[in-house]
Protein backbone atom coordinates (compact mmCIF):
# COMPACT_ATOMS: atom_id res chain seq x y z
CA UNK A 1 0.00 0.00 0.00
CA UNK A 2 1.39 3.42 -0.61
CA UNK A 3 2.15 5.40 2.25
CA UNK A 4 -0.14 8.47 3.30
CA UNK A 5 1.44 11.67 2.57
CA UNK A 6 1.90 13.29 6.28
CA UNK A 7 3.77 16.28 7.31
CA UNK A 8 4.45 17.79 10.72
CA UNK A 9 4.56 21.56 11.61
CA UNK A 10 6.69 22.91 14.79
CA UNK A 11 5.69 25.90 14.72
CA UNK A 12 4.03 29.07 17.20
CA UNK A 13 0.60 30.09 16.48
CA UNK A 14 -1.97 32.78 15.02
CA UNK A 15 -5.63 33.05 16.39
CA UNK A 16 -6.91 34.93 13.81
CA UNK A 17 -5.25 31.97 11.33
CA UNK A 18 -3.30 33.67 8.61
CA UNK A 19 0.30 32.85 10.07
CA UNK A 20 1.81 30.00 11.72
CA UNK A 21 0.70 26.50 12.93
CA UNK A 22 -3.04 27.51 11.28
CA UNK A 23 -1.52 28.56 7.78
CA UNK A 24 0.57 25.81 7.48
CA UNK A 25 -2.54 22.79 9.06
CA UNK A 26 -4.89 24.58 6.41
CA UNK A 27 -1.98 24.61 3.60
CA UNK A 28 -1.18 20.62 4.56
CA UNK A 29 -5.00 19.87 4.57
CA UNK A 30 -5.82 21.79 1.39
CA UNK A 31 -2.81 20.09 -0.60
CA UNK A 32 -4.28 16.51 0.62
CA UNK A 33 -1.20 15.89 3.03
CA UNK A 34 -2.22 14.69 6.42
CA UNK A 35 -1.22 17.26 8.92
CA UNK A 36 0.11 17.52 12.73
CA UNK A 37 1.32 20.15 14.40
CA UNK A 38 3.52 20.67 17.58
CA UNK A 39 2.93 24.25 19.07
CA UNK A 40 6.40 25.72 20.31
CA UNK A 41 4.92 29.11 21.41
CA UNK A 42 1.16 30.95 21.43
CA UNK A 43 0.89 34.31 20.43
CA UNK A 44 -1.55 36.66 20.57
CA UNK A 45 -1.51 38.16 17.15
CA UNK A 46 -3.58 39.11 14.29
CA UNK A 47 -3.48 41.20 11.20
CA UNK A 48 -2.18 44.47 12.43
CA UNK A 49 0.74 42.77 14.83
CA UNK A 50 1.88 40.55 17.66
CA UNK A 51 -0.06 41.62 21.11
CA UNK A 52 1.52 39.02 23.67
CA UNK A 53 3.58 35.70 23.64
CA UNK A 54 3.61 32.69 25.91
CA UNK A 55 6.15 29.99 25.46
CA UNK A 56 5.44 26.61 25.87
CA UNK A 57 7.83 24.95 28.40
CA UNK A 58 10.44 22.93 26.71
CA UNK A 59 9.32 19.78 28.26
CA UNK A 60 6.14 20.16 26.81
CA UNK A 61 7.34 20.38 23.28
CA UNK A 62 9.77 17.87 23.91
CA UNK A 63 6.38 15.84 25.16
CA UNK A 64 4.41 16.36 22.10
CA UNK A 65 7.32 15.90 19.81
CA UNK A 66 7.63 12.12 21.43
CA UNK A 67 3.73 11.95 21.17
CA UNK A 68 3.40 12.32 17.20
CA UNK A 69 6.99 10.72 16.89
CA UNK A 70 6.23 7.39 18.60
CA UNK A 71 2.68 7.07 16.72
CA UNK A 72 2.51 8.40 13.31
CA UNK A 73 5.06 7.89 10.42
CA UNK A 74 5.50 11.50 8.49
CA UNK A 75 7.71 12.04 5.02
CA UNK A 76 8.49 15.60 5.72
CA UNK A 77 8.32 18.47 8.36
CA UNK A 78 8.62 22.06 9.07
CA UNK A 79 10.11 24.42 11.51
CA UNK A 80 8.70 28.18 11.95
CA UNK A 81 8.84 30.01 15.02
CA UNK A 82 11.81 28.88 17.35
CA UNK A 83 11.50 31.60 19.68
CA UNK A 84 14.93 30.87 21.81
CA UNK A 85 17.20 28.68 22.38
CA UNK A 86 16.16 26.64 24.82
CA UNK A 87 13.26 25.85 22.72
CA UNK A 88 15.59 25.37 20.10
CA UNK A 89 17.79 23.27 21.81
CA UNK A 90 14.52 21.01 22.98
CA UNK A 91 13.54 20.97 19.08
CA UNK A 92 17.17 20.07 17.58
CA UNK A 93 17.66 17.01 20.28
CA UNK A 94 13.86 15.39 19.37
CA UNK A 95 14.40 15.76 15.40
CA UNK A 96 18.38 14.30 15.42
CA UNK A 97 16.41 11.20 15.53
CA UNK A 98 14.24 11.51 12.59
CA UNK A 99 15.68 10.49 9.16
CA UNK A 100 12.74 12.87 7.46
CA UNK A 101 13.02 15.85 5.10
CA UNK A 102 13.24 19.18 6.85
CA UNK A 103 12.48 22.36 5.99
CA UNK A 104 13.48 25.00 7.82
CA UNK A 105 11.36 28.60 7.62
CA UNK A 106 14.03 30.73 9.68
CA UNK A 107 10.90 32.89 11.18
CA UNK A 108 12.43 36.37 12.83
CA UNK A 109 10.51 38.84 12.19
CA UNK A 110 6.15 38.83 11.18
CA UNK A 111 5.09 40.87 8.44
CA UNK A 112 3.53 43.91 10.78
CA UNK A 113 7.41 44.16 11.72
CA UNK A 114 7.03 42.22 15.41
CA UNK A 115 9.94 40.31 16.25
CA UNK A 116 9.36 36.56 16.66
CA UNK A 117 13.05 35.09 18.19
CA UNK A 118 15.21 36.46 20.69
CA UNK A 119 18.83 38.06 19.26
CA UNK A 120 20.92 35.65 21.06
CA UNK A 121 18.61 32.51 18.85
CA UNK A 122 20.32 33.61 15.64
CA UNK A 123 23.24 31.99 16.33
CA UNK A 124 21.98 29.11 17.45
CA UNK A 125 19.59 28.87 14.61
CA UNK A 126 21.73 29.16 12.06
CA UNK A 127 24.55 27.14 13.67
CA UNK A 128 22.45 24.43 15.40
CA UNK A 129 19.55 23.89 13.25
CA UNK A 130 20.21 25.11 9.67
CA UNK A 131 22.71 22.48 9.50
CA UNK A 132 20.43 19.93 9.55
CA UNK A 133 17.94 21.10 6.91
CA UNK A 134 16.88 19.46 3.81
CA UNK A 135 15.75 23.06 2.40
CA UNK A 136 15.65 26.52 4.53
CA UNK A 137 13.83 29.30 3.18
CA UNK A 138 14.77 32.82 4.38
CA UNK A 139 13.36 36.43 2.93
CA UNK A 140 15.56 38.72 2.57
CA UNK A 141 16.21 40.11 5.42
CA UNK A 142 16.63 36.61 7.13
CA UNK A 143 18.76 36.34 4.72
CA UNK A 144 20.62 39.11 5.82
CA UNK A 145 21.32 37.51 9.05
CA UNK A 146 22.30 34.40 8.28
CA UNK A 147 25.17 35.33 5.72
CA UNK A 148 26.09 38.98 7.49
CA UNK A 149 25.57 39.92 4.36
CA UNK A 150 24.17 43.30 2.40
CA UNK A 151 21.09 42.11 0.11
CA UNK A 152 19.76 44.34 -2.66
CA UNK A 153 19.55 42.84 -5.95
CA UNK A 154 19.04 39.30 -7.10
CA UNK A 155 23.30 38.77 -7.77
CA UNK A 156 22.97 38.93 -4.12
CA UNK A 157 20.36 36.52 -3.17
CA UNK A 158 22.39 34.03 -5.32
CA UNK A 159 25.22 34.52 -4.01
CA UNK A 160 23.54 34.00 -0.40
CA UNK A 161 21.91 30.87 -1.47
CA UNK A 162 25.06 29.50 -2.72
CA UNK A 163 27.10 30.67 0.77
CA UNK A 164 24.17 29.42 3.32
CA UNK A 165 24.42 25.69 1.50
CA UNK A 166 28.50 25.87 0.97
CA UNK A 167 29.27 27.57 3.93
CA UNK A 168 26.70 26.77 6.41
CA UNK A 169 25.72 23.79 5.37
CA UNK A 170 22.11 23.32 4.02
CA UNK A 171 21.43 20.77 1.87
CA UNK A 172 19.64 23.43 -0.17
CA UNK A 173 18.41 27.43 0.23
CA UNK A 174 15.48 29.08 -1.57
CA UNK A 175 16.11 32.94 -0.88
CA UNK A 176 12.91 34.32 -1.60
CA UNK A 177 12.59 37.99 -2.93
CA UNK A 178 8.86 38.86 -1.70
CA UNK A 179 10.31 42.26 -0.57
CA UNK A 180 12.02 43.03 -3.60
CA UNK A 181 9.98 45.86 -5.94
CA UNK A 182 8.84 44.54 -9.60
CA UNK A 183 9.17 41.21 -9.35
CA UNK A 184 8.21 38.11 -6.96
CA UNK A 185 11.60 36.25 -8.15
CA UNK A 186 12.76 33.25 -5.52
CA UNK A 187 15.80 31.33 -6.24
CA UNK A 188 16.64 27.84 -4.68
CA UNK A 189 20.20 26.59 -5.14
CA UNK A 190 20.42 22.90 -4.71
CA UNK A 191 24.33 22.69 -4.04
CA UNK A 192 24.24 21.86 -7.83
CA UNK A 193 22.56 24.50 -9.54
CA UNK A 194 20.51 27.27 -9.19
CA UNK A 195 16.64 27.62 -9.95
CA UNK A 196 15.05 30.52 -10.86
CA UNK A 197 11.25 30.58 -9.80
CA UNK A 198 10.08 34.00 -10.97
CA UNK A 199 6.49 36.28 -10.95
CA UNK A 200 4.89 39.17 -11.26
CA UNK A 201 4.31 40.92 -8.28
CA UNK A 202 1.04 41.46 -7.03
CA UNK A 203 -0.15 45.05 -5.67
CA UNK A 204 -1.29 44.07 -2.18
CA UNK A 205 -1.11 44.45 1.22
CA UNK A 206 -2.66 41.09 2.38
CA UNK A 207 0.63 39.12 2.54
CA UNK A 208 0.28 38.07 6.48
CA UNK A 209 1.34 34.20 6.45
CA UNK A 210 2.96 34.34 3.30
CA UNK A 211 6.31 32.87 4.35
CA UNK A 212 4.51 30.04 6.62
CA UNK A 213 1.88 28.96 3.80
CA UNK A 214 4.79 28.68 0.90
CA UNK A 215 7.36 26.58 3.53
CA UNK A 216 3.90 24.43 4.54
CA UNK A 217 3.13 23.84 0.29
CA UNK A 218 6.60 23.47 -0.24
CA UNK A 219 6.84 20.77 2.71
CA UNK A 220 3.45 19.24 1.49
CA UNK A 221 4.70 18.56 -2.03
CA UNK A 222 7.80 16.98 -0.43
CA UNK A 223 5.79 14.28 1.95
CA UNK A 224 3.86 13.53 -1.85
CA UNK A 225 6.88 12.43 -3.13
CA UNK A 226 7.93 15.60 -5.30
CA UNK A 227 11.42 16.34 -6.70
CA UNK A 228 13.01 19.32 -4.46
CA UNK A 229 12.53 22.01 -7.75
CA UNK A 230 9.06 20.42 -8.68
CA UNK A 231 7.96 21.01 -5.10
CA UNK A 232 9.09 24.59 -4.85
CA UNK A 233 7.35 25.44 -8.37
CA UNK A 234 4.00 23.96 -7.38
CA UNK A 235 4.07 25.53 -4.12
CA UNK A 236 5.35 28.88 -5.71
CA UNK A 237 2.24 28.53 -8.15
CA UNK A 238 0.01 27.72 -4.65
CA UNK A 239 1.38 30.83 -2.69
CA UNK A 240 0.95 32.84 -5.58
CA UNK A 241 -2.13 31.69 -6.33
CA UNK A 242 -3.62 33.02 -2.73
CA UNK A 243 -1.92 36.18 -2.59
CA UNK A 244 -3.92 36.99 -5.92
CA UNK A 245 -6.58 36.20 -4.23
CA UNK A 246 -5.74 37.10 -0.37
CA UNK A 247 -8.76 37.94 2.08
CA UNK A 248 -9.40 42.07 2.41
CA UNK A 249 -10.44 41.15 6.19
CA UNK A 250 -8.78 42.69 9.50
CA UNK A 251 -7.25 46.10 10.08
CA UNK A 252 -4.22 45.27 8.81
CA UNK A 253 -2.21 43.18 6.52
CA UNK A 254 -4.78 40.40 5.61
CA UNK A 255 -4.14 37.09 5.37
CA UNK A 256 -3.51 34.36 1.61
CA UNK A 257 -6.23 32.60 0.42
CA UNK A 258 -4.87 28.92 0.82
CA UNK A 259 -7.90 27.60 -1.53
CA UNK A 260 -7.31 30.07 -4.34
CA UNK A 261 -5.46 27.21 -6.35
CA UNK A 262 -8.47 25.55 -7.03
CA UNK A 263 -9.92 28.43 -9.43
CA UNK A 264 -12.99 29.13 -7.68
CA UNK A 265 -13.03 32.74 -6.46
CA UNK A 266 -14.75 32.92 -2.96
CA UNK A 267 -15.94 36.53 -3.20
N1 LIG B 1 3.31 41.01 -3.43
C1 LIG B 1 3.68 39.80 -3.87
N2 LIG B 1 3.34 39.37 -5.11
C2 LIG B 1 3.68 38.15 -5.56
N3 LIG B 1 4.41 37.28 -4.84
C3 LIG B 1 4.80 37.65 -3.60
C4 LIG B 1 4.46 38.92 -3.04
N4 LIG B 1 4.97 38.99 -1.78
C5 LIG B 1 5.60 37.82 -1.56
N5 LIG B 1 5.53 37.02 -2.65
C6 LIG B 1 6.04 35.66 -2.79
O1 LIG B 1 5.52 34.91 -1.71
C7 LIG B 1 6.48 33.97 -1.24
C8 LIG B 1 6.76 34.26 0.23
O2 LIG B 1 7.77 35.23 0.25
P1 LIG B 1 8.09 36.36 1.31
O3 LIG B 1 9.44 36.89 0.96
O4 LIG B 1 6.99 37.34 1.39
O5 LIG B 1 8.12 35.53 2.61
P2 LIG B 1 8.26 36.03 4.07
O6 LIG B 1 8.80 37.43 4.09
O7 LIG B 1 9.02 34.97 4.78
O8 LIG B 1 6.76 36.03 4.56
P3 LIG B 1 6.16 36.58 5.93
O9 LIG B 1 5.66 37.95 5.59
O10 LIG B 1 5.08 35.62 6.23
O11 LIG B 1 7.26 36.58 6.94
C9 LIG B 1 7.67 34.13 -2.18
O12 LIG B 1 7.53 33.25 -3.28
C10 LIG B 1 7.57 35.56 -2.65
O13 LIG B 1 8.23 35.74 -3.88
C1 LIG C 1 3.57 32.20 14.78
C2 LIG C 1 4.04 32.94 13.60
N1 LIG C 1 5.02 32.41 12.84
C3 LIG C 1 5.47 33.08 11.76
C4 LIG C 1 4.96 34.31 11.42
C5 LIG C 1 5.53 35.05 10.22
O1 LIG C 1 4.64 35.47 9.35
C6 LIG C 1 3.91 34.83 12.24
N2 LIG C 1 3.33 36.03 11.97
N3 LIG C 1 3.49 34.12 13.31
Known sequence: MKPIPAALTIAGTDPSGGAGIQADLKTFQELKTYGMSVITS???QNTTGVQDVHHIPEHMIEQQLKSVM????????KTGMLANPGIMDAVAEKISELNVLYIMDPVMVTTSGDTLISEDSRDYLRDILLPMSTLVTPNMPEAEVITGEKIDTSEDMQQAAK???HEFGADAALVKGGHLQDEAVDFLYDGKMMHTFSTERINTKNTHGTGCTYSAA??????QGCTLSDAVQNAKDFITAAIRDSFPIGNGSGPTNQWAHRAERVN
Open 42 to 44: VVA
Open 70 to 77: SDIPFQAF
Open 163 to 165: QIV
Open 218 to 223: ITAYLS
